[in-house]
């Protein structure tokens, strides 16, 4: 799919609107562009569709850029210090401007915009004959997974969002849901996309959501909600279900972050990204296909050092030995850090360490494994989710159902790879404490998956944030939070002008 989906991604576009007049002076028809009249009429116009919608994955509001402020950077797990205050205020809950585009709106407008695309594609791809019915299900399907996956990132940043699920018009004004509304609506299309998306897609189709994918985001929707038997259900799926025996831990875990492994066994979904072309962000069809990411997380005189991680990140890594007595490897391949040289005989983009001694960087996704700086056009697939991952959920689900005793095994699974020891072995004051062991697993998931945007929700979904005492708590670890306002930082604001211009629209507690 990597290579397929980039030659027709960007063909289709919203189509212009115009309201009814004189039609001889204001409807006048350009012969180049395409009405929205006369598309929407075969298998192909399906498909481009649907490959518009997979195109706002590379839109800077999203996967390109800025989300990754918004659940990495904001989460304790990472910081900015950068020159531009505006944006570094948005990391540590000093929301001035609920309008500042960098750190709301355009998360907000491309949100929708993905919205609006999958909204098309189902509104309109029904209505197409398709001489195999099979295929026209798994496009339909693929537009419903790709709205829940967009619902499921608003409601993880905006809570109560508006939920629109029909082609918008330019005179709508969607009407504000409540967050239980939203899960329901991401339980709802994932459900539905569930019954019909393969195990696995063949060769020419790798990257598109699989069986797998639906049930992972369906477990995560669970899991954020603490809904915690429909979660194992969902879970299952990867133990007892149809996905038993499809996914492993690939033995290198560096494969994960690079761009010469993608799409391997422990990939559940990943954002196919390319650097085949190296144009702006619009929707022109030479625009960019990567991730900025990588450019705006390297260090000072390599990128545009926006967001780094927490130095505690280190020292947890280094708590504990591997059995042979060595440093974690995971810690290797996570973060840049200052002892990096000294500890691994590792290098930062080629270079000893040069920065402050206080400093830490996040390393997964940057490319110094083959070249020595940075640019807007990284070509790693980000995995969305990965096996271990869906490991460490399972553990926690069934922690959290009582059945401490079985989820020491998938936590086991996710250390031994790394060469820890059994979970029982190097903590045996865990017992069966579900509280100890929901504490462990805390840390578990910070050593396998910093810098991989889960841990904002994993923070909403353990409490952490939901008491000054609890918050106090993740202040020792990270001092923006010593801004948070119970009640009110769980979420971002609405963007003040989308509340100005909707009467149905109240912006969010407390702001």
Known sequence: MKKTLYKVIYFIMPLLILVSCKKEKLNVENPNVITEDQFWKTESDA???????????????????????????????????????????????????????????????????????????????????????????????????????????????????????????????????????????VEKDLTEAAQVLPVEWDAPNVGRPTKGSVMAYLARAYMQQRKWQEAKTALDYFFTGAGAGKYDLVANYKDNFTHTNENNKESVYEIQFSDVNKGGDGDDPNATMSTNRPQFFAPRSIGWSDGQARYWLVNEFKKEKTTEGKIDPRLQHSLFYPALEADFND?????????????????????????????????????????????????????????????????????????????????????????????RLKMERVLELSGESVRWADLKRWGDLETAEKVAKVAERDPDFNNFQVGKHIRLPLPQIEVQNNSNLTQNPQY
């Open 47 to 185: 498909q481009q569709g649907l490959n518009a919608a997979y195109a706002m994955f590379y839109k800077p509001g999203l996967w390109s850029r800025w989300i990754y402020f918004r659940l990495d950077l904001t989460s304790d797990e990472g910081f900015s210090k950068s020159p531009w205050v505006e944006l570094a205020d948005w990391t540590r809950f000093q929301y001035i401007n609920y309008n500042f585009w960098e750190g709301n709106v355009q998360s907000w407008r491309d949100t929708y915009k993905a919205v609006f695309r999958t909204n098309q594609v189902l509104a309109n791809v029904a209505a197409i004959e398709f001489a195999d019915q099979t295929k026209k299900d798994k496009i339909l399907a693929q537009a419903k997974f790709l709205r829940a996956l967009h619902y499921y990132y608003a409601a993880i940043m905006w809570e109560n969002v508006p939920l629109v699920l029909e082609p918008s018009k330019p005179d709508d004004l969607p009407v504000q849901s409540t967050l239980a509304q939203v899960w329901a609506q």
């Open 347 to 439: 290098k930062i983009y080629g270079r000893s360490w040069q920065w402050d001694s206080d400093e830490a960087w996040f390393r997964k996704y940057a490319r110094d494994y083959y070249r020595n700086n940075e640019d807007y056009f990284a070509q790693n697939n980000f995995r969305l989710v990965r096996f271990a991952d869906i490991l460490l959920m399972y553990a926690e689900v069934l922690n959290e159902l009582g059945q401490t005793a079985n989820a020491y095994q998938y936590v086991d699974k996710v250390r031994s790879r790394v060469k820890m020891a059994s979970l029982a072995v190097a903590y045996p004051t865990i017992g069966m404490d579900k509280d100890k062991f929901r504490d």
